[in-house]
């Protein structure tokens, strides 16, 4: 591998949909001779209405297993990239491609090899487009049999196969199986695969282009023309992300977090936006905000249990976590009296889940009360900024107050980087309004 600066470029489903979006990820991509490495995503929606091409391929797949004629879904999966490939003028024939994919078809080759093929083909354009070599990502991204991801050995095969490719397109979203079958990531996985990229080509920046041009400090559904964020840290955005603000797949954190590699969330359709920047650490790009961002969600429940001498007796949180781990549950938060605690967990449990933990509880810590209270939504405050400044938490919570909100939980994590107050799922609209408005002045 040469050196000098490299960059991987990942473009979501959005910048890949069509010729025009095409030519834009090329004048990107020719603009900065670093950007060596491309990953790209199936082909996404081209207007409101229009289906992706993933989706596309998994309905197609699924006639086909189910016995049913797939021709006319796959005609017209096919048309997708014949329009592209027309539209751009490549002397490019995929039929070949198209005739062993159909075949796979019929063969019942699997969802994930299905649905990987979108990436596939794409990858095949873009690679063409570009002169860049191609690179199937089922050679060099590997899973183990029970279908996780073995990230030290892709990291082997992989960092050793990019010496060999000065610039390359290696798609997104797939790898394959000790036994040659292919497996998929989750959906939006594409972003999974161009941090793994980037840790194996040590490279200097992860580029991930999107539609987008960047995080915003609060959703924009409910907080109007919310700022951008300029600068986050792998921990803050962890907490947002967990609490719902979308854009990146979360998982593709990990890597490049690993090997301490920046990324760049940037917008196709924008180029000249700086659009966010996720550091390891951000006191060089520090200044005045106190908070990064504001997220949160509906749809937790907190199980409330008293008991008189709770306090004194040993073993008693261990014992209630046990049967919630018992039925398989995950717990989120853990705010805790003398004589009281609470049990924050997500709402969509079954009836049955439920009746085994009230019951379980019941027989084993012999609770005076204990009961459901469901409606609850959580809030995160996120941001480096709180960890040096002081009244944070009087600030978030006078502005709940002065909106007249009752807050039903707070908890403060120890980095201090997050405050997390639950309310009244009736109120979460107006709570975000309130703490938005009180740090950033209108
Ligand atoms: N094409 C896949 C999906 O729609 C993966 C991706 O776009 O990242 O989920």
Known sequence: ???????????????????????????????????????????????????????????????????ED?????????????????????????SNEFETIKNAFHYHAGSDYAASRGEYLNGKILAKLLGYDFLDAAKV???????????????????????????AVIPGFYGSMPNGTIKTFARGGSDITGSIVARAAGATLYENWTDVSGFLMADPRIVKDPCAIEVITYQELRELSYMGAGVLHEDSIFPVRFAGIPINIRNTNKPEDPGTMIVPSATEYDREKVITGIAGKKGFSVLQIEKDQMNAEIGFGRRVLEIIEKE????????????????????DMSEHTRKNILNGICEVCEPETISFEDGIALIAVVGRGMVRAK?????????????????????????????????????????????YAEFVPQ
């Open 391 to 435: 009244g944070t938490a009087a600030r978030v919570f006078r502005a709940i107050a002065d909106a007249d909100i009752n807050i039903r939980m707070i908890d403060q994590g120890s980095s201090e980087i997050s405050i997390i107050i639950g309310v009244n799922e009736t109120d979460f609209e107006k709570a975000l309004h309130a703490i």
């Open 70 to 94: 797939f021709s006319d879904a796959f005609a017209k999966i096919e048309r997708r990239y014949q329009d592209i490939i027309r539209d751009l003028g490549l002397d490019l024939d995929l």
């Open 328 to 347: 398989g549950a995950t717990f989120e938060h853990l705010p805790s009296g003398i004589d009281t605690m609470g049990v924050i967990l997500s709402s």
């Open 141 to 167: 991204i590997k899973f183990y049999d029970d279908g996780t991801f073995d990230a030290e050995k892709t990291n082997i095969i992989l960092s050793d196969r990019l010496t060999r490719h000065e610039r």
């Open 1 to 67: 591998m040469n050196a000098g600066p490299v960059k991987i470029v990942k473009f979501g489903g959005s910048s890949l949909a069509d010729a025009e979006h095409f030519r834009q990820v090329q004048s990107i991509i020719t603009a900065d001779p670093s950007r060596r490495y491309a990953v790209p995503s199936a082909p996404g929606k081209r207007y409101d209405g229009d289906i992706k091409v993933t989706d596309m391929l998994y309905h197609c797949y699924n006639l086909a297993s189910e016995g």
